[in-house]
């Protein structure tokens, strides 16, 4: 009789074990939380409407949505970032990814752009916003280095429809 209550008493406890154990795993394999969508005006406001512009032209490419990460907005495509913007010390910049070749000439040739802390490794350039009223930003220029950032992140079916 004591054999079959220790049997029951370890099946049980090896039961339990194996419960917790799933409920860990069904825990870890669900999603992460959503992360919280950035809507209307952020919390940070650029000079002249320079974040009101830079998002306007990101959120022109397909299935691209914004997410407010390191306390600055990001521009995403099925969650994977295509460019950011932020403003430090009075001083605005937006990064975008390039190829390595690109990285190396636009650092070369222009003193607004500098290989990106932590991404740069990667092609990511950071383009420093200095609109003065003598040289006013191109918006143009703007947009092609985000769609050529979007493109390189973006799977190849939504790239595609993305014209240069």
Excluded at 28 to 54: H, Q
Excluded at 68 to 81: L, M, N, Q, S, Y
Aim: proline share 5%.
């Amino acid at each position: 009789m004591a054999s079959t209550k220790a049997s029951t008493t370890k099946l049980t406890k090896t039961t339990k074990k194996a419960a917790a154990k799933t409920a860990k795993t069904t825990a870890k394999k669900a999603a992460p939380p959503a992360k919280k969508a950035v809507r209307g005006a952020s919390k940070m406001e650029g000079p002249g409407g320079i974040l009101d512009r830079f998002r306007a032209i990101c959120m022109s490419f397909p299935e691209a949505t914004e997410v407010e990460a390191w306390g600055h907005p990001t521009f995403r495509v099925r969650d994977k970032i295509f460019a950011g913007i932020g403003g430090e010390n009075g001083v605005w910049s937006f990064g975008v990814k390039t190829t390595f070749e690109m990285q190396a000439g636009l650092v070369a040739t222009d003193p607004r752009f500098t290989i990106a802390k932590y991404v740069g490794k990667h092609g990511w350039v950071d383009v420093r916003l200095d609109e003065q009223d003598d040289d006013p930003l191109d918006w143009n220029e703007v947009r092609a280095l985000v769609a050529g950032s979007y493109k390189m992140i973006a799977p190849k079916a939504l790239a595609a429809r993305v014209d240069d």
